[in-house]
């Protein structure tokens, strides 16, 4: 469970949020939208704690960000996955590698890293690619990797900025039924867009970010 | 399963960042070959002073009509005095061989008898041997009634204390600098190499890898860099001294423990390196 009490964020002078306040349940699927900088990217930084409010108070879980030591944010990060546009995958290995890799780092042992990894690269479709390299993939399955990557620590939310920024409109659907999918096992599913249109296709719960606040949209609208 | 993940992964950065890896390796060899070099000059210049120290003696002249037990009494008297580490007995005729050795004539021929008083030489201890000391000595030694004169090389200790003071300081100086420019080299050269990794770094947090587990890599990674580019500037400077040694002199030497003490400070230095630059990327 993600809960936001009358946060403000200021960078530079610039105030990004203004008292925000939000919460969001075990297994929903909630959009935010909102031109470009308006916030959406830094709301989601506040999620995964890389970056805390001036004011105001952010819980994830068990953790809160006027609490939270350092050193127990990676700990914070294993429970919330984090989708980027722009993919960030390690070219230099192969699909199967930059899954696993979420959990070689976090010190999984050998065997439970195989089992995971490959269970995960069915549910999004490409276990038939595990020795590509993630260069040789269309977007689309490069983000589906991003995805995969994201969910093998078995998050109970995953934030995806973007997830569909670079992708056309048919491998966009895909996702979002992918999101979909991972959503109707449990997972909340954060996702900032600007494409309406994905989200008439596929209508949920919607945000706007306007001028640093945040107001609830009703679906029609969205 | 941890430990292994990390050296596996620090190993395999040199695999997949060929070129960044080889240009930290160089420049790490290339500013420890720096230091080195400024290593091997300061300690041979030492050396060299000291072994001149060693052939620095006091001449002490004593009165020719003493007969042997007054001059043992007085032989003994000489080495009481605490700076004095050795002192023996020279004869006019070993003083009148050594004279015609050195400067190859014959006094006996010219002058018909042996001109050179009986004398003493005297070998201060290493920590009485400068200028001011030697001559709080010499005049104790000639305060003594049977002593009539006492000379040393006086003039050539001076020279060798100051020009041997100034050259210290140089190199005191010249060696910071090079060990600054040394460290700010390799300091750089590892950040870029970790710079053009930093989307692995950036992944690693997102995903919930510990400061450990994120720096482990980098650490095993400059470790490894320090290692070989020290054994490559050990292997430069090891062929420079066979070829001091056998063009400029003999005597050219390496202090104790030079070549594992350089591969230490490659290792300090790439995992230094590595650990600072590394941190740069892990503050949020």
Redesign the interface.
Known sequence: MIEIFNVTVHIGSRKVLDSVSLRIDKGEFVYLVGKTGAGKTTLLRLI?????PQRGNVIIDRFSSSTIR??Q???????VG?VFQDF?L?T?RNVYDNVA??L???????REIKSRVLSVLTRVGLHHKRYHMPQSLSGGEQQRVVIA??LV?EPFILLADEPTGNLDPEASSDILELLEDINRSGTAILMATHNYQLIRKFPHRTLMLEEGRLQELPLEEA | MRIIFIVREGLQGFKRAPLATTIAMVAIALALFLVGLFGLSVYNLTDLFQRFYQTVHLEVFIDPSLVEAQRSALQSRIRRIPAVERVWYVPPDKALQEFEEEFGEDLITVLKRNPLPPSFRVVLKKEFRDLPTVETIVKQLQSFPEVDEVVFQRELVRFFQKYFKLALAIALVLGTLVLLISILLVFNTIRLTIHGRRNLIEIMRLVGATNFFIKGPFMVEGIVQGMIGGAVACGWLWALVDLAQLFISETIGRPPHFYPLLIGFGIVMGFLGSWLSVNKYLKV
């Open positions: 995964y704690m890389d970056l805390f350092r050193r944010i990676p700990y914070l990060r294993r429970k984090v960030k390690l230099d890799f979420a070689q780092v976090v010190g999984e042992h050998r990557r994201a620590n």
